[in-house]
């Protein structure tokens, strides 16, 4: 067999030795048989992954016909030798129905009888600039000691390519990648961000490669602490090919390995480790992100060239990444929360672009426009090519401004600079809609989806769209499917209510709504069921709380108690004070009794919508 080696490997009190044949405990050699010695070898190269029955019986004994109990022999040999008991002293774990898997973290070393690969195996990085400064204002320094010990590969060492590559065809043909937060290994493991940080700049150079989708960092935050292993995370995320890596350092020296796995039958496509000494972390994530998408580039058009980055401090990256995991739920508690931590990000580094951005997108999130421009506006002073800023800018135009055009112009840039940026597809949509546009707006939101599945966001406003365009049974099922992924998802079942009040299902609507929505909601259905006096009850103590406030939500209840002036005060005061909603009055089911008044069509006019539409 050619399982020989120039590397070895060491877990815990053991030390392997592929090329010499042998297995030492705290320096003193351990017996194993020729075929128990070769089963352990296949494991611990394949360390965290599980090994089916098979590989191992093709690799251990060359495609020689034996019966799976030698292999149940091999493997009880391996853990008598290793004291294997399955409770406190456990290295191999039995996967029912499938196979094995060393789940004991393990050091891979180059022999040291053997010399170093040579090019063009091996490929030299230049020395990166001194490690950014500690955190400032009592940040948790674990997060920086751990990025500046994952940092360290790249940096003044070596890679080398440890499987061939596939086939460049074979990586042509795949058109949409996920990328896992590296798992550290031997190193602080309680700690998530310095994995996701690295998973986030190989996202964004991703993004660039023509002709592949690249799912968020938001997408890959929605598997989870602890996501599935790579083919299941594939599946979840509906990708061809996803790109595992794992972190590990010992004696001074760190190794991170990258496998991209294919989705359809879980076979390795490509991996290659990295090998060297400590350095700055920005510099490993330039490198690893340049590589693999110059793996993933292969047979499309020309790679297009990598922006130069400004990196921020370790400390400023991980407080907003905790923003925009924040941001990312939708809920007035956790925008509020996104917020501070994203002003944290911007006190501790200042020029850090993305910070600005998304701050600008949690004012939007509350209707603080004036804020939301000027941070939108900072973070393209300091980045012109940040998509996330544009986007941002287009929300502005879009919600505020009520301008179709300059909001489509927007985010039409934001996708140029970034074609995966889900958010961008999101929010165009309903610039689309809101035109008249409905076959582009349904195709837009459901490349949003495409791109980022796990939003929940993204999957309730699907429904939204198809209810504006009309399309109610599409838009029920959709809906339903986002609660599926989250029965408490407020802002999915007050569009579930929307959608059910359109279709005439004004009790199922009043239960939707009284399970997460706001009293206004609750009292437009109470409206449309007969119960005028208690929703004008609700109208009344509405206006008497938040006297200054004016949306398109107040005017629908107004209409429909019959109150049809008051309901055209309520929407000139809210065009005046720039409410975001008005923009889809347009094409909004429960105004369509006001189509035929020459108010509302002076209004859409101001609005620059569309006189009708619908038609």
Request: aromatic share 6%.
């Amino acid at each position: 067999m050619a399982l020989e080696k120039s590397l070895s490997y060491s877990f815990g009190p053991f030390r392997l030795e592929p090329p010499a044949r042998r297995l030492t405990r705290d320096g003193e050699s351990v017996a194993l048989t020729a075929r128990a010695f070769d089963t352990l070898v296949v494991l611990v190269e394949n360390q965290g992954r599980v090994v089916t029955k098979e590989e191992l019986i093709r690799s251990v004994w060359n495609d020689a016909f034996v019966e799976e109990n030698n292999l149940n022999q091999a493997i009880s040999a391996v853990r008598r030798a290793l004291h294997d008991d399955g409770n406190g002293n456990r290295f191999i774990e039995t996967v029912p129905r499938r196979g094995y898997t060393f789940v004991v973290p393990v050091l891979e070393e180059l022999a040291p009888h053997l010399p170093m690969p040579a090019t063009p195996q091996t490929r030299l990085v230049p020395a990166p600039a001194p490690p950014p400064a500690a955190p400032r204002r009592g940040m948790d320094g674990r997060w920086l000691a751990a990025a500046l010990v994952g940092a360290c590969a790249l940096a003044v060492g070596t890679f080398w390519l440890v499987r061939p590559s596939a086939p460049p065809s074979a990586l042509a043909r795949i058109r949409s990648v996920a990328v896992l937060p590296f798992r550290p290994i031997v190193m602080p493991a309680d700690d998530e961000f310095l994995g996701l940080a690295l998973a986030d700049s190989v996202i964004t150079r991703l993004s660039r490669v023509p002709r592949l989708e690249v799912r968020p960092t938001g997408a890959i935050r929605g598997l989870g602490a602890r996501p599935p292993e790579p083919v299941a995370a594939g599946r979840a995320l509906r990708v061809d090919a996803v790109l595992d890596g794992q972190i590990q350092e010992m004696g001074g020296r760190v190794r991170v390995t990258l496998q991209l796995v294919g989705v359809g039958n879980g076979t390795p496509l490509w991996s290659e480790r990295f090998d060297a000494s400590r350095a700055n972390l920005f510099e490993l994530e330039d490198a690893l992100a340049e590589g693999v998408a110059r793996e993933l580039a292969a047979g499309r058009e020309s790679l297009p060239r990598a922006a130069p980055r400004r990196h921020p401090s370790p400390a400023a990256y991980e407080a907003y990444l905790r923003g925009r995991y924040d941001w990312n739920k939708r809920t007035d508690p956790a925008n509020r929360e996104s917020q501070d931590f994203f002003r944290r990000a911007i006190e501790i580094d200042p020029s850090f672009a993305p910070a600005w951005a998304g701050l600008a997108d949690a004012h939007s999130l509350v209707g603080q426009a004036d804020e939301a421009k000027a941070a939108a506006q900072r973070a393209i002073e300091l980045d012109p090519d940040l998509a996330e800023a544009h986007a941002a800018l287009g929300n502005g135009s879009l919600f505020h401004d009520f301008d179709l055009a300059a909001a489509e112009l927007h985010f039409q840039r934001a996708i140029a600079l970034n074609p995966s940026y889900a958010t961008a597809h999101q929010w165009s949509a309903y610039g689309l809609a809101a035109a008249g546009r409905f076959d582009e707006a349904v195709d837009r939101i459901l490349k949003a989806r495409a791109l980022d599945p796990l939003s929940l966001s993204i999957a309730t406003d699907v429904g939204d769209i198809l209810y504006y365009a009309g399309r109610y049974a599409e838009a029920e099922r959709a809906v339903r499917g986002a609660l599926e992924m989250d029965e408490h998802f407020a802002q999915a079942h007050n569009v579930l209510g929307d959608v059910l009040l359109a279709g005439n299902d004004f009790q199922g609507a009043l239960r939707e709504y009284e399970k997460a929505g706001p009293p206004a909601a609750i009292a437009l259905a109470l409206a449309k069921t007969g119960r005028t006096q208690e929703a004008r009850a609700i109208a009344e103590r509405l206006r008497a709380s938040d006297p200054d406030r004016f949306d398109v939500l107040r005017a629908h209840i107004l209409l429909e108690l019959g109150e049809r002036d008051e309901a055209f005060e309520e929407l000139e005061r809210a065009y005046r004070t720039g409410m975001g909603d008005l923009i889809m009055i347009g094409v909004n089911p429960g105004f369509a009794a006001l189509r035929s008044d020459p108010r509302f069509s002076d209004l859409l006019r101001r609005l620059r919508l569309p006189a009708s539409p619908r038609a």
